[in-house]
């Protein structure tokens, strides 16, 4: 984030960088976990012997004031909105006019993330035709939540939740995802998103060609002849076939048709008729 502004002694903000939660003195006994650090930076003026930074709340109440020699700042804030202003002493040590007020948002800090911050078996579960998909990541400071954003191949939201924890776990079901994390710190600020590196593949599993059931009866036409028939139920013919327990290698898309007349009929779209 940049701040462009510029006092009478042509002090001027080139950058204010801010890396995460924000501590002021008033609040000196705050967790360490809750204060992000935060750097400023301006450019140098040469007629400046002292540096003063003062920083506000939005209601105008001036939270810290800071002095130094040097043209570049680094302390810890909470995350928040705020408001700052600037001003250099010469020799003499005599300030000259504040800058304009300026509007800045101190961020919590991003997860930090690796390639073993998600662990998954990539493979569904024949039974669930889902797999637990498990993702954990440290701590961020300024961080109160965490928000989950899971991707398909479509770049279609499948998942978008807000934890209180390091770790969140979900079912997926089989395909390409992708992932992001955000920090959230008070006021629902957000950091900037984090992707996990690389991109979760689900497979399916196909399982084993199923054995249909028919019933072998005498022909008619040909008593020494037996011909295989679809078992009735109530005088309907049906189809039917034993449970496969076995699981194929082999990776596809679950799906099975039988030829019946001139068409390949989906056995879930099957009629008897």
């Given at each position: 984030m940049k701040l462009l502004r510029r006092s009478s002694f042509f002090c001027t903000f080139i950058g204010l960088f801010l890396i995460g939660h924000v501590g002021f003195a008033e609040e000196l006994a705050a967790k360490e976990s809750e204060k992000v650090p935060v750097e400023l930076e301006w450019e140098k003026v040469l007629e400046a012997k002292l540096y003063e930074l003062e920083f506000q709340n939005f209601n105008g109440k001036t939270?810290?004031?800071?002095?130094?020699?040097?043209?570049?700042?680094?302390f810890r804030f909470k995350v928040g909105k705020y408001k700052v202003r600037s001003r250099v002493a010469d020799a003499r040590k005599v300030y000259g006019d504040w800058s304009v007020l300026t509007e800045f948002t101190v961020q919590p800090k991003p997860v930090h993330v690796t390639e073993k911050s998600i662990n998954t078996k990539g493979v569904i579960d024949p039974k669930t035709l889902t797999t637990e998909v498990a993702i954990q990541w440290g701590?961020?400071?300024?961080?109160?939540?965490?928000?989950v954003k899971v991707f398909n191949a479509n770049s279609e939201v499948v998942r978008d939740e807000i934890v209180n924890s390091h770790s969140y776990?979900?079912?997926?079901?089989?395909?390409e995802y992708?992932?992001?994390?955000?920090s959230i710190g008070a006021d629902g600020i957000e950091s900037d998103p984090?992707?996990?590196?690389g991109k979760v593949v689900i497979e399916t599993v196909q399982l084993?060609?199923?054995?249909i059931i028919f019933d072998e009866v005498v022909d008619a036409k040909n008593p020494k002849v037996k011909i295989k028939?679809?078992?009735?139920?109530?005088?309907?013919?049906?189809?039917?076939?034993?449970?496969?327990?076995?699981?194929?290698?082999?990776?596809?898309?679950?799906?099975?048709?039988?030829?019946?007349?001139e068409e390949w009929i989906p056995v879930d779209a099957f009629s008897s008729k």
């Open positions: 939270l810290n004031v800071f002095k130094s020699p040097n043209h570049i700042f680094k701590e961020a400071a300024g961080a109160l939540h965490f928000r776990k979900t079912q997926l079901g089989a395909g992708t992932t992001i994390l955000i984090v992707p996990l590196p084993a060609k199923p054995v028939r679809l078992p009735l139920s109530k005088g309907i013919p049906t189809l039917r076939w034993k449970e496969a327990s076995l699981v194929i290698d082999t990776v596809g898309t679950l799906e099975y048709r039988y030829f019946f007349g």
